[in-house]
């Protein structure tokens, strides 16, 4: 099995730091496992690292879409397990990088997407909750795991029923095991800490220019249905650029619900994954993380 290092966490955390440390020392090149990285305009909301923060260290699946294109967990997924293969190719290591559990578990786990033949459209007429009674007619199991109001999860799970295959047995004929040699660290410092690191890169997002950023691409009705723009630090804007509300109020928004997803991400993570957690600002923790590292490296070659 390919060996790949996973370097997953909270926002704000420090991963995009710690990976590119682990890409210098075990020769290894970085794929982008952030869902809202991958648009190319979108830098400063996404807090995207810099060309000079990335130490000359390659980045797979960065700065690879417009930000009016459409992105699904099946298109990462494909894209991802290609840039894994490219790499282990180079006989390099695959250094996965990012805080969306769902996208990094749809690439190291056997989840197989159904082809999804029923355009979107199709279901644009009708209510979430018209959406969820057919669900419960198609699959009731699967049903049952979804919220009513989780519309894309809806649709996904009725196109898998429609495709012939239930969404609820094509999961129970899955492993739900890696299907590579995974090493996964999981950054955690202390609450406190982790909510001012937030609050702080909030305020420079906004020093940098973040209104002007979202001023640029979504001020236009068309552009705020973009998927893109439903990400953090950018659906907040909506009210000020549409009502000309208070842009602090953007802000708070931002800081809140940027703590809220770390909190989600951290209870993912802790439940989804076996993982070594350790806190990057504990210095002697991180070295024996770097230790433990290249043990599960070279075990590769005994």
Not at 65 to 81: E, G, H, N, T, W
Request: overall charge negative.
């Amino acid at each position: 099995m390919k060996k790949v290092l996973v370097i997953a966490g909270p926002t704000a955390s420090g991963k995009s730091i710690f990976a590119i440390e682990c890409a210098i020392a075990f020769n290894g090149e970085i794929i982008n496992g952030d869902s809202q990285q991958i648009y190319t305009q979108l830098n400063i909301g996404t807090a995207k690292i810099t060309q000079e923060d990335q130490k000359g260290i390659p980045h797979h699946l960065l700065n690879i879409l417009d930000y009016s294109q459409p992105y699904s967990v099946a298109d990462f997924q494909k894209i991802c397990r290609e840039s894994i293969q490219i790499i282990s190719n180079k006989h390099k290591l695959a250094v996965l990088c990012g805080g969306s559990g769902h996208y990094l578990k749809s690439v190291l786990y056997d989840y197989a997407f159904p082809k999804e033949d029923t355009p979107q459209e199709t279901f644009d007429s009708i209510s979430d909750e018209e959406l969820y009674e057919q669900l419960l007619n198609i699959d009731p199991i699967a049903a049952q795991k979804i919220h009513l109001n989780n519309r894309k999860r809806v649709i996904r799970a009725i196109n898998m029923g429609l495709s012939g295959t239930l969404k609820s047995e094509r999961e129970a004929a899955q492993n739900h095991r890696p299907i590579y040699d995974v090493y996964m660290v999981v950054l955690d410092i202390e609450r406190a800490l982790l909510y001012e690191r937030i609050e702080n890169r909030v305020e420079l997002m906004f020093k940098q220019g973040l209104e002007e950023e979202v001023r640029t691409y979504f001020s236009s009705q068309d552009a705020q249905c973009f998927q893109s723009f439903l990400g953090i630090g950018y659906k907040e804007f909506r009210e000020v650029l549409n009502e000309n509300k208070d842009v602090e109020l953007a802000k708070s928004d931002i800081i809140t619900h940027t703590r809220q997803y770390a909190k989600r991400q951290l209870t993912w993570f802790r439940h989804q994954f076996s993982a070594t957690w350790a806190d990057p600002t504990n210095q002697e923790a991180m070295k024996q993380v770097m230790e433990d590292i290249s043990h599960w490296l070279h075990k590769e070659n005994t």
